[in-house]
């Protein structure tokens, strides 16, 4: 049997040697006259899962510290990722897969004599249940004169200004393309990260450097020129005549989405490693024919599939 594990959409350089579930049980032990003890059952509480990683440095296409950004910045940023082991036969039949939603609780570096240039890391995950909240407007009701007239009271945010001008405590965004600024000749003109453009910062100070104005972003500690960042509650960048051109095209431009009709042998993993290229994106195709699709692992031949 062949395992694979992704965490972060990204495929673990090594499968790690073990996986540890744990399934919490939320029930209440109690103790009734002349009954003895009974058992209240509830539902289950969140799973953990701790997952012990090894990041080689020098036989993987990326480097040990690109996965330890990855960590830093589930934990800095707040953000769930998808935890996925997939569970295959030689030939590349699915046999089951663990999919949950998950946080990055903690997790422990080592590095090691034994281990080389290798770093290990054991990280613990717990499931992560979606909640949301309802927005509820109040009205609030003033007399004028004897009369009553209801108005609804709208406060402004102050970071909604019209005003495009970064200035210290401004939340800012980091776009696309941006590279650290800064003074250090080591670190300045290097690009940022993927994982951190796109997220929601602060800028502490903002100045001058070197004839470029920069913002000090508070959580990394580094300065990013202005012209990369945009200013929350602002409208982006007005862009060229011809990306508005671009942007206001007929739809019937917009690639259409295929169909794949079911062959003998076929299995969702080997659809989705051939218009993909990778058999564990099988879950994007699954999704998009749920009502046709009752057990993933089941399918038939004659079924016609949408591909997105």
Partial sequence: MSYKCYLFGELMPQT???????ISGKNTTVTLLNEGEINFLKYPGLTEITLPLVFPMLTASKR?????????CAKTQRTTTQFIMTRTT??????????IKVSVEDYTIEESATNGLDVSVEVKLKQYRDYSTKTVAIKTTVKHNDSKDTVTSIKPNA??????KIVAGDKVKITTGAVYGG?????RGLKVPSVYIGKWYTA???QTIMGTDEALIKELYSWVALKYLQKQGASPAATSKTASVQTTRPATNAPRAKTYTVKKGDTLWGIAK???????????????????????NLIYVGQVFTIP
């Fill in 204 to 206: 502490s100070k903002v």
């Fill in 183 to 187: 003074a250090y000749a080591k670190t």
């Fill in 90 to 99: 030689p030939a590349g039949q699915l046999l089951f897969d663990t999919n």
């Fill in 159 to 164: 970071s909604q200004s019209n005003s495009t």
């Fill in 274 to 296: 051939k218009y993909y290229g990778n058999g564990a994106k099988y879950l994007t195709i699954y999704n998009a024919n749920k009502g046709k699709i009752k057990n993933p």
């Fill in 64 to 72: 040990p510290d690109y996965y330890l950004t990855l960590l830093e």
């Fill in 16 to 22: 790690p040697a073990k996986l540890s579930v744990k």
